[in-house]
């Protein structure tokens, strides 16, 4: 699966699932993750519960959209020029 292709909640079975006495190869097989997979979203998500992953989600989609509104508004602008100008000269 891509990188997006997975949900929350098969993050979250990462660490319950880990914490259950299973060996990294049994999780990873029942996932159908690789273990390199496996180890990131332990490192990367070690401890927050659902809602804190769905909370997260939405906070980055709000600032990639936040960030193209700030792209948008800066490229309608018009270059300044004229005497308030400043020149960098070296």
């Known amino acids: 699966m891509g ?5 929350e909640e098969d ?3 990462v660490s319950r699932e880990a ?3 299973d060996t990294v190869v049994e999780i990873c097989r029942k996932l159908g993750i690789s273990q390199q997979t496996f ?3 332990k490192k990367k998500y070690a401890g927050p ?3 804190e992953l ?3 989600r939405q906070l980055r989609d ?9 792209a948008d508004l800066s490229l309608d602008r018009p270059l300044p020029s004229g005497p308030d100008t ?3 000269i070296g």
């Open 3 to 7: 990188k997006k292709g997975h949900r």
């Open 11 to 13: 993050i979250l079975r």
């Open 19 to 21: 914490e259950s006495g």
């Open 39 to 41: 180890y990131l979203w």
């Open 49 to 51: 519960g659902l809602s």
């Open 54 to 56: 769905h909370e997260l």
């Open 62 to 70: 709000e600032n990639a959209k936040l960030k193209r509104l700030v």
């Open 86 to 88: 400043v020149t960098f």
